[in-house]
């Protein structure tokens, strides 16, 4: 059975810093691509980050590049999200997410598993 755990979500100022983390299990994770989503109250889910599994590629949205980094441990069968100069508007649930396919998109359709989510709030 597949599971995917977030973890380090929690309230923060803005300007702050978090680090997301997602441990697999039950799936050959280097095999994955790996993304993070999001859900802002109110709203659809959104993509975020997604990196190959080799980690060789990384793609973001716009909103997020340059202040959201990540990374991957194949070893540790976890993927990263560092959020820095985070906004209230990063405020969501954060997802993770696995598709055995191997190709590195954006759309939540391509994505096989899915976590449960950790909640991201960012105060003004």
């Known amino acids: 059975q597949v599971r995917l755990v977030e973890s380090g979500g929690g309230l923060v100022q803005a300007g702050d810093s978090l680090r997301l983390s997602c441990a697999a299990s039950?799936?050959?994770?280097?095999?994955?691509?790996m993304g993070w989503f999001r859900q802002p109250p109110g709203k659809y889910r959104e993509f975020v980050a997604g990196?190959?599994?080799?980690?060789?590629?990384?793609i973001y949205a716009d909103s997020v590049k340059g202040r959201f980094t990540i990374s991957r441990e194949n070893a540790k069968n976890t993927v990263f999200l560092q959020m820095n100069s985070l906004k209230p508007e990063d405020t969501a649930v954060y997802y993770c997410?696995?598709?055995?396919?191997?190709?590195?998109?954006?759309?939540?359709?391509?994505?096989?598993?899915w976590g449960q989510g950790t909640q991201v709030t960012v105060s003004s």
């Open positions: 997410a696995a598709d055995r396919g191997g190709r590195l998109g954006s759309s939540g359709g391509e994505y096989d598993y």
């Open positions: 039950g799936l050959t994770f280097s095999s994955y691509t």
């Open positions: 990196i190959s599994w080799r980690a060789g590629s990384t």
